[in-house]
């Protein structure tokens, strides 16, 4: 399993920006000719140095004006880096140490495991009564109605209409019996009888 270093610049010029240290030395400073290069005041022309060795990179400084810090301890001499340190330069440029652990075989795709096709069963009667069953199997219960008819509404208007022509009928019937039953016949001669008295041709003295 190999490892990979790298340095990730948490504040600086470029924030996020990340070094991939490669190489048995590597010079950090602000000229161009560095293998890694700052571009800050903060940052002297040749600040620091890293070193590869047995396995691991080695910092130091090399005599840089704002100093080269590790956790923010200012570095007397060479300091073996560990994975999570900060590593500051001056007081503005910050960056972080990491160790990548690379697993070549962790490249290598599994195949998929094929796909098993979904069986539907069918389904399954339920099982006959016993032959010394008494009584009827119970009989599956019919479907409701979804939606009751609604009832039919009555006009009672005409009803009503033809009960009231009858009782007017009848109460005429009844008065015009009870007119002529006077035999003297004085009683066509009352208003309003003596209207429909004239129009019988009767004259009401």
Not at 88 to 110: K, W
Not at 183 to 202: D, H, K, V
């Amino acid at each position: 399993m190999a490892s990979q270093f790298q340095l990730i610049m948490r504040t600086g010029p470029t924030p996020g920006a990340i070094f991939t240290l490669e190489g048995d030395q590597l010079n950090i400073g602000r000229d161009s000719s560095n293998e890694i290069v700052i571009n800050d005041a903060e940052v002297s022309r040749r600040h620091a140095r890293l070193t590869f060795q047995g396995g691991k990179y080695v910092l130091e400084d090399l005599g840089s004006t704002n100093g080269t810090f590790v956790n923010g301890q200012r570095l007397a001499g060479p300091r073996v880096l560990k994975a999570g340190e900060v590593v500051s330069f001056g007081e503005q440029i910050v960056l972080v140490f990491e160790v990548v652990m690379n697993d070549p075989g962790a490249t290598m795709v599994s195949p998929r495991a094929a796909a098993v096709p979904s069986v539907s069963r069918p389904a399954v009667p339920p099982p006959p009564p016993p032959a010394d069953y008494v009584g009827s199997v119970p009989a599956s219960p019919a479907p409701a109605a979804s939606q009751a008819e609604p009832a039919k509404k009555v006009n009672l208007v005409p009803i009503l209409a033809g009960v009231a022509l009858v009782l007017v009928i009848c109460c005429c019937v009844s008065v015009l019996l009870w007119v002529d039953s006077d035999p003297t016949g004085a009683r066509w001669c009352m208003f309003p009888f003596n209207l429909i008295a004239q129009l019988l041709g009767s004259i009401c003295s």
